[in-house]
């Protein structure tokens, strides 16, 4: 079982960048697809990026293409997600999560197995 750990969160003006790390342990990440998905409060977690386990596709949601970019080193054992031009309206908690079925590339919650803790990420307008 994978442990998973966000870090990189934090509090950035509209228009600033910040860049979150989910690093794991227990096993290697190289093994599972990873999601980056975020809850705001009030509303339901929704998904936000990923990528599959060789890093050979990507997904995001229309709300961040062209400004969100996931990216993994399997060999740090970290998946990263750069977020540029951030708006008030991607305030919220950033979780990573680990979907260990390769064969497809996933956005939805249900098909993640394991979960980090999350990061608070705050943009002020």
């Known amino acids: 079982q994978v442990q998973l750990v966000e870090s990189g969160g934090g509090l950035v003006q509209a228009g600033g960048s910040l860049r979150l790390s989910c690093a794991a342990s227990?096993?290697?990440?190289?093994?599972?697809?990873i999601g980056w998905f975020r809850q705001a409060p009030g509303k339901e977690r929704e998904f936000v990026a990923a990528?599959?386990?060789?890093?050979?596709?990507?997904s995001y949601a229309d709300p961040v293409k062209g400004r969100f970019t996931i990216s993994r080193d399997n060999a740090k054992n970290t998946v990263y997600l750069q977020m540029n031009s951030l708006k008030a309206e991607d305030t919220a908690v950033y979780y990573c999560?680990?979907?260990?079925?390769?064969?497809?590339?996933?956005?939805?919650?249900?098909?993640?197995?394991?979960w980090g803790q999350g990061t608070q990420v705050t943009v002020s307008s």
């Open positions: 999560a680990a979907d260990p079925k390769r064969q497809s590339l996933s956005i939805v919650i249900l098909n993640y197995d394991y």
């Open positions: 990528v599959t386990w060789n890093s050979g596709r990507t």
């Open positions: 227990g096993r290697t990440l190289s093994v599972y697809n």
